[in-house]
């Protein structure tokens, strides 16, 4: 196992509502960097938080949110939600620059209906 | 054009063939490659870093072609186990993300 755990495991919302996805990074990690998975697809990167502060971003709209604590875990919130945001979220906890091996927890699965 | 491309396959390997595929990359300011594994509804796992000298690790051999912006994967004598998902991965310099590719797929038949 990595140590990266998230919560929850499933979830099932509707058009419009909003959600919230936790995520505890592994010990020592400083770095949590969040991607969507949809069906048959690659990771998205969504963004990346380094030391409390958003540190990049993907092609994704203003109602992608973050927020990284004191601890290193972080949020990931998502406001209005699409059918289209149905998907596997995946964070990935690191020690600094992206080229440093990334640990994926086991990821929120989404369904927006 | 997608920043990591990857023909999804699925590649069906008979137990005990090699199996290569090659994935393209469109930014040549790429710095950093990987190969991740991904089993059927779980996380990516890091397989291997891709260095410019190419690497091996057991049965794994992986290759960076700079100039052609590819990158290859080789698996010799496939396992069952070796079914799996593998994901090409970039990261791009100056910017602190990975870039994936939507994945080969590898069956292992036996």
């Known amino acids: 196992e990595t140590g990266v755990t998230q919560s929850p495991t499933h979830l099932i919302k509707t058009r419009g509502q909003q959600v919230t996805l936790r995520c505890s990074s592994q010990s020592g990690h400083n770095t949590v960097s969040w991607y969507q998975q949809a069906l048959g697809q690659g990771p998205q990167f969504i963004f990346q938080y380094y030391r409390e502060e958003e540190n990049g971003r993907g092609n994704f709209p203003p109602r992608f949110s973050g927020l990284q604590f004191p601890n290193y ?19 990935a906890s690191s020690l600094g620059r992206a080229d440093n091996e990334q640990f994926f927890g086991p990821g929120t699965r989404l369904t927006v209906l | 054009r997608k920043e990591v491309e990857q023909d999804p396959g699925p590649f ?34 890091l397989l291997m870093s891709v260095y410019s000298s190419g690497n091996e690790d ?11 912006q590819y990158i290859s994967l080789l ?10 998902t593998y994901l090409c991965v970039v990261n791009i310099e100056g910017n602190n993300r990975l870039a994936f590719g939507k994945g080969n797929q590898v069956v292992v038949i036996p």
């Open chain 1, 73 to 91: 875990s972080s949020e990931l919130n998502v406001n209005a939600l699409e059918l289209d945001d149905s998907a596997l979220y995946l964070c």
């Open chain 2, 58 to 68: 057991g049965r794994f051999t992986a290759q960076l072609n700079r100039a052609s």
């Open chain 2, 12 to 45: 069906n390997v008979p137990e005990g063939a090699t199996v290569a595929f090659n994935c393209t990359y469109s930014n040549s300011a790429s710095q950093s490659f990987f190969w991740y594994r991904q089993d059927c509804r779980k996380e990516p796992k």
């Open chain 2, 75 to 84: 698996i010799r004598d496939s396992k069952l186990s070796d079914s799996a």
